[in-house]
C-alpha cells in the first residue's frame, strides 16, 4: 500500500502515518495538479490510496478506472486539530478499502 496525502490536507497529517509508505503531493512535485491528471500520476507511479478532504472527487473521476482507492477525511474545518480525531477510523479503512472504492470518514 502506498499513501498519497493530497494538498487540501495539512503536511503535517503526514506524521500520523509516519509507519505506512506516504508521501506528499508537494513532496512528489505535483502541486496544483487537477484530480484527473493526479490520479493517472498517482497511478503510474505505483500509488493505490489518495488520502484527501475532497468531497466532489466521488462525482468527478471514475475511481473504478483509475484503479485509485480513496480516503476523504470530513471535519468541521481542514485544519490538523479537527482532522486528528479521524486517524483511527482512517488506519481502520486503510485495511479494508479496495482499489476504485471510495470511503468517506467523518464524526457525525
Do not use: H
Not at 502506498?2 to 509508505?21: G, Q, S, T, Y
Not at 505505483?46 to 466521488?58: A, C
Request: glycine fraction near 6%; charge should be negative.
Amino acid at each position: 500500500m502506498r499513501i498519497l496525502l493530497d494538498e487540501c490536507l495539512p503536511k503535517p497529517l503526514k506524521r500520523e502515518f509516519a509507519d505506512l509508505d506516504i508521501k506528499t503531493v508537494g513532496e512528489m512535485g505535483w502541486s496544483g495538479t487537477k484530480n484527473g491528471a493526479l490520479l493517472k500520476l498517482m497511478s503510474e507511479s505505483g500509488f493505490t490510496i489518495l488520502l484527501t478532504s475532497d468531497r466532489n472527487i466521488k462525482y468527478e473521476q471514475n475511481l473504478q478506472q483509475a484503479g485509485i482507492a480513496v480516503i476523504v477525511m470530513v471535519a468541521s474545518t481542514n485544519r490538523l486539530v479537527d482532522l486528528l480525531s479521524l486517524i483511527p477510523q482512517v488506519r481502520e479503512a486503510l485495511i479494508t478499502i479496495a482499489p476504485g472504492e471510495l470511503i468517506e470518514i467523518d464524526n457525525y
